[in-house]
């Protein structure tokens, strides 16, 4: 047999291709595991690679939505706790939902998409999602304690949640931190998945700001952990999956910022993550995912400066 065709390459490529054909995964122009994989040489650097392609998770369209009902209906709970006439249909009829902006502002954040997958997915009425900054406008409006749900994709660090929470100011300098225990209101952060760095500071530094979500990835989900699920207990396979990446990443020019760059060998705070989502990917996860040049295939697409 080949040397390109190792067990576990063709084991790879099986379930991969498999993953496709049940559209748990896009097709190759959206996620390119046979020409990722190609970017590494056959023999250990390949088989090395299958590992790390195996962990990836990628989120189609269809678990994505899935998800975020399930975050949504998650609030529930808390809003039955601080609401004594609280009525599942509340949610249609007397949530404000709204999301949390990114670093810079712009109409591909994932707060403007998730917009628009609450009103044609969870079928919740336009009228009840308002745009971040015209949250404390449409609070004043209502007038009475309402219930609040933020929903977004994922939570890296938590810096931007902290920010929007407790530091943008709105109408006579109050952040929604006092906008909300002002006016009795119960706010949910609905977030589909949080990294364990980012759920600390929500839980630490966001007083008051109840969190739903789907899942918490701990530090088994980052690649440069010993203990990351990718290396299956064996210390000598964290080694040369480690040494792979980072040599891999030096040679197509892949910067080392320990962390202070988006697109740092090891990911944005050296998170180190594995995941995509149908409608884009995060900081967090490692460059050589996305990374796009002449000596380099990318397993999805993501935008990002060299």
């Not at 939505?65 to 009525?87: C, E």
């Not at 404000?96 to 919740?124: A, C, H, M, W």
């Amino acid at each position: 047999m080949a040397e390109t065709d190792s067990p576990i390459y063709v084991d790879t490529k099986d379930r991969s291709k498999f993953f496709q054909t049940i559209q748990a995964w896009p097709l190759d122009e959206e996620l390119n595991y046979d020409g990722w994989l190609k970017n590494f040489a056959a023999g250990d650097d390949r088989n090395i690679a299958c590992n790390i392609l195996d962990f990836f998770n990628h989120y189609s369209a269809r678990m994505v939505n899935h998800m975020l009902k399930a975050s949504v209906a998650k609030a529930g709970y808390f809003f039955k706790t601080h609401f004594a006439d609280w009525q599942h249909s509340n949610f249609n009829d007397r949530c404000v939902y709204s999301y949390i902006p990114g670093e810079s502002p712009n109409p591909t954040d994932s707060g403007n998409l998730f917009s628009r997958k609450l009103r044609d997915e969870v079928g919740i009425p336009q009228g009840r999602i308002v745009e971040y900054n015209r949250l404390n406008e449409a609070l004043n409006i209502l007038a009475v304690p309402s219930p609040i749900v933020f929903v977004d994709d994922f939570v890296g660090t938590g810096q931007q949640v902290r920010k929007a929470w407790k530091v943008n100011v709105f109408d006579r300098g109050l952040t929604l931190e006092q906008i909300c225990k002002a006016g009795g209101h119960c706010a949910v952060y609905a977030p589909l998945i949080v990294n364990k760095m980012g759920y600390d500071v929500i839980k630490k530094e966001c007083i008051g700001l109840n969190l739903s979500t789907i899942h918490v990835l701990g530090p088994e989900y980052c690649l440069f952990d010993p203990n990351c699920i990718c290396w299956k207990n064996d210390i000598d396979l964290h080694k040369k999956g480690m040494e792979l990446i980072l040599r891999k990443s030096r040679e197509i020019g892949i910067p080392s910022t320990n962390g202070h760059s988006v697109t740092d060998e090891k990911g944005y705070l050296e998170q180190g993550l594995a995941i995509s989502f149908e409608h884009g990917a995060p900081d967090a996860i490692i460059p050589l995912f996305y990374w796009n040049s002449d000596n380099w295939t990318p397993l999805i697409r993501k935008q990002h400066d060299r």
